[in-house]
């Protein structure tokens, strides 16, 4: 049983439009938040001295962990000395509620239960984690009676990245904690776009779960064994991102079409690529879509194509006949 409502925080997936893989490498990339699919949690008040509990049931497994004070204060000992990832605790749920309010000076949890539902899908590209992350980093400010802006949010949640994912971008957290389209440059301050057209984007999920983790040391992998041809794709990479954002600024979608499918040959020159996204890129621009590229890690996971909004349900059909388990369709603006 849970006790009064206190209230409920979300936060949305995302996807990357162009650029992943390069961006970890210091190249730019552009990516959008997808406000159709959202993580929430809804907080509940607990009896005194309870602690805190973090239920979910929709995350792919049950995640039942009660938290008492005594286990927060001897956590809380264990990450004041974490000076490595290596060294951080396994499950990030109770990190970035950790995270959280250590960084807002706490020194123990309010007593609540918090309610995690999402339907952004596990292990497809979608920021999953880092959505869940942000919701409960909202959840704990709404529960101890504190706010925080984007940029420190969006700094809590990517510790819990790194725990995840070993050495992500900093994208996924960044437009899912600002909730807009970003011009994304690891260690360079943040630019917001500004579209002049919406973008119509349709998302074909080929069903296979992608380990983000693993593409990304795949990728390293190959740049510490080859550098010079690794850098050569990172840098078209980012020319064809920085002609994707003046495409963005001035409506040219017919080109941007074409830098995302230049995009996507270029993904499959560093081996992230798979032949079921393959097959969902070429259903895509064969049923009319302006270019379609993989979104994410690769290896599984989503592709997504950009369309004129009168074609996007003969886009989706051609997906489905294409082998994707679901698709999506929304409108950024």
């Known amino acids: 049983m849970v006790g009064e409502f206190v209230g409920r925080t979300s936060a949305p997936g995302k996807t990357i439009l162009i650029g992943e893989h390069a961006v970890v490498y210091g190249k730019p990339a552009i990516a959008v938040p997808v406000t159709q699919l959202l993580a929430q949690v809804d907080v509940f008040r607990a ?15 049950t995640i039942d962990t009660e938290y008492s004070q ?19 605790p396994s499950d990030p749920l109770p990190y970035v509620v950790y995270q959280t309010l250590q960084y807002l000076g706490l020194d123990h949890p309010p007593d609540v239960i918090l309610q995690i539902h999402s339907d952004v899908p596990l292990g497809r590209g979608l920021g999953s984690s880092a959505a869940v992350a942000t919701a409960l980093v909202r959840a704990t400010c709404l529960v101890s009676g504190h706010s925080l802006p984007p940029e420190e949010i969006s700094h809590i949640v990517f510790q819990t990245e790194i725990l995840q994912h070993g050495t992500p971008s900093g994208i996924d957290n960044t437009v899912i904690a600002y909730e807009q389209p970003i011009f994304y440059s690891k260690g360079r301050p943040l630019e917001r776009l500004h579209l002049h057209r919406p973008l119509h984007l349709c998302i074909g999920d080929t069903g296979i779960p992608a380990s983000t983790r693993a593409t990304v040391a ?50 499959q020159q560093l081996q992230v690529s798979s032949p079921e996204l393959d097959r969902l890129v070429v ?51």
């Open 283 to 333: 259903a895509a621009l064969q049923a009319g879509a302006l270019g379609a590229k993989l979104s994410g890690g690769g290896g599984g996971g989503i592709m997504l194509a950009l369309v004129n909004p009168g074609i996007m349900e003969q886009v989706q059909r051609a997906l489905k006949a294409a082998g994707a388990s679901q698709t999506w369709s929304f409108e950024i603006s």
């Open 47 to 61: 009896p005194a001295g309870s602690g805190m509990r973090i239920l979910s049931l929709d995350l792919g497994c």
């Open 70 to 88: 005594r286990e927060y204060s001897q956590q809380l000992s264990i990450l004041s000395k974490t000076t490595h990832p290596s060294e951080m």
């Open 218 to 267: 795949a990728v390293r992998q190959n740049w510490e064994r080859d550098p010079a041809k690794s850098e050569g794709y990172f840098n078209e990479i980012g020319q064809i991102v920085t002609e994707a954002r003046l495409a963005l600024e001035i409506g040219q979608m017919s080109r941007l079409g074409q830098l995302l499918t230049a995009n996507h040959h270029l993904l």
